[in-house]
């Protein structure tokens, strides 16, 4: 019989629980999905928790916690509903990409079921989701984002929108992209209009979803911030390895921490994100860069637990896990930034964390 005196939390990271069974697994995200999941997990079971999942029949499934094997011809959504019915579920803790609103759709998925969700509010998702809707908001707000306009709107101009100052190249991204998938870089107008020829047409990238931006010099920062009804607190600040590889950006680990320098900066840009979008909730992160004046730019949020999130356990003198439960669960949120540093370099395709897929 279940101990109620122990907390019982549905966990559920979307690429390796099943929400691709009947597709080809993306590897970047999947190996980011496994890494975040086993790190939760991991928090989880040092706390009065008892957790359950599922997971991708292909893919390993994680040590000491209740798992569900979903098939190629399972409907993943319908074994998530089954599980959700169970009476001793007490909360649901879900990773899922922010593309083509599958993070929101688990959102609607839990509270269908009557069940707490550990997150930020649906509304929130759905801001945070779209970068253009989220840049506008912030924007608005005083917080400095970057310029943008959606592709096919921008190539039908005679020349590709100027800015104050002369872009060194462009950047290209899906509005509501996951990582770096379908991200590009791009040195002159030139370039840009001979990508828009070539893919325009392609189904396989979402051409009406591009978004159009100025490259924007500077270092690649994020943050890892929880937040409660009353209080947000930036916790750590981290350094992103980006690298461009024949004009496409990959994303190739993090420092964790090791951006601590500049977190009272960051703590005043979560503090107008705060403001500016109502329901970020529990633990959310950020991108930014930072330019040689030392001034901030917001360039993306995530409404989720972001790949940094891998490291926290290492650098902070508290549990990241049990932090995030009392800020959502009881409105509790003291805690003190991390202390040290850690680097996470994420494995390339095929390399170890891929090799957790069986054969």
């Known amino acids: 019989m279940q101990n109620k005196s122990r907390l019982k939390i549905w966990v559920c990271e979307y690429v390796s629980a099943g929400g691709l069974a009947s597709e080809s697994l993306p590897a970047s995200l999947l190996q980011e999905g496994l890494l975040m999941r086993d790190a939760l997990l991991a928090d989880l079971s040092q706390l009065d928790v008892d957790c359950i999942t599922s997971h991708d029949a292909r893919v390993i499934a994680p040590q000491g916690v ?5 098939q190629p011809d399972h409907d993943a959504f319908a074994i998530w509903q089954q599980q959700l019915s169970a009476d001793d579920i007490d909360a649901c803790w879900v990773i899922a990409p922010e593309t083509d609103g599958i993070l929101e759709r688990m959102c609607q998925l839990v509270h269908k079921a009557g069940k707490r969700w550990l997150g930020c509010s649906e509304a929130a998702i759905r801001q945070t989701s779209s970068k253009s809707w989220m840049a506008d908001l912030c924007s608005q707000a005083g917080i400095s984002t970057i310029p943008h306009c959606y592709l096919h709107e921008a190539v039908a101009l005679p020349s590709l929108p100027q800015h104050e100052v002369s872009p060194a190249g462009w950047v290209i991204k899906p509005d509501d992209g996951a990582g770096c998938e379908y991200t590009y870089h791009f040195k002159s107008d030139l370039e840009v209009y001979e990508f828009n020829n070539k893919i325009k047409s392609n189904p396989a990238i979402p051409y009406q979803k591009l978004l159009l931006q100025p490259y924007l010099p500077g270092i690649a920062l994020s943050m890892s911030v929880i937040a409660s009804n009353e209080q947000v607190k930036v916790i750590a600040g981290h350094q992103q390895w980006v690298s461009v590889d024949n004009g496409r950006f990959r994303f190739q680990g993090a420092g964790v921490n090791q951006a601590a320098q500049y977190l009272p900066l ?37 409404p989720r637990l972001t790949t940094p999130y891998i490291g926290l356990s290492k650098v902070l003198q508290e549990n990241p896990a049990k932090l995030v439960l009392d800020a959502v669960l009881h409105n509790h949120l003291t805690t003190r930034a991390a202390a040290s540093s850690v680097s996470i370099t994420l494995p390339a395709a095929g390399s170890a964390a891929i090799e957790r897929l069986n054969s």
Do not use: F, H, R
């Not at 209740?66 to 979903?70: K, L, M, P």
């Not at 930014?288 to 001034?295: F, M, S």
């Open 266 to 302: 960051m703590q005043a840009m979560a503090e107008k994100i705060y403001q500016a979008i109502p329901g970020l909730s529990g633990y959310w992160g950020a991108d930014l860069i930072l330019n040689e004046d030392n001034l901030l730019t917001l360039v993306e949020i995530n």
């Open 66 to 70: 209740a798992s569900v094997a979903i």
